[in-house]
């Protein structure tokens, strides 16, 4: 059963960072690409970026520069390390498989507020 918990969000002021962590389970993750999305209130979820197995990148255009995501495959975790953070980065955040094109139902998220 494939199991993806998100953690690691808070309130956070602007120009701070946060990191997020997903641990996965249930599935071979090191052959697997992962992304991260987020839905802020009211708009539709969107794809901020995404890792291939091989370790290949692709980010948002809202978040290029300012946001990395990486993974660990001996402890079955992908990480967005997210710096400069802005208001408009306030949303619900979500990891899923797939590169850049989510596969599983989405779970709980973690909620990011960045807020003075």
């Known amino acids: 059963q494939v199991r993806l918990v998100e953690s690691g969000g808070g309130l956070v002021q602007p120009g701070g960072s946060l990191r997020l962590s997903c641990a996965a389970s249930?599935?071979?993750?090191?052959?697997?690409?992962m992304g991260w999305y987020r839905q802020a209130p009211g708009k539709q979820r969107e794809m901020v970026a995404c890792?291939?197995?091989?370790?290949?990148?692709y980010y948002g255009d809202s978040v290029k520069g300012r946001f990395t995501i990486s993974r660990d495959n001996a402890k079955n975790t992908v990480y967005l390390q997210m710096n400069s953070l802005k208001p408009e980065d306030t949303a619900v955040y979500y990891c899923?498989?797939?590169?850049?094109?989510?596969?599983?139902?989405w779970g709980q998220g973690t909620q990011v507020a960045v807020s003075s």
């Open positions: 890792i291939s197995s091989g370790g290949s990148t």
């Open positions: 249930g599935f071979i993750f090191s052959s697997t690409a």
């Open positions: 899923n498989r797939g590169y850049c094109s989510p596969i599983d139902n």
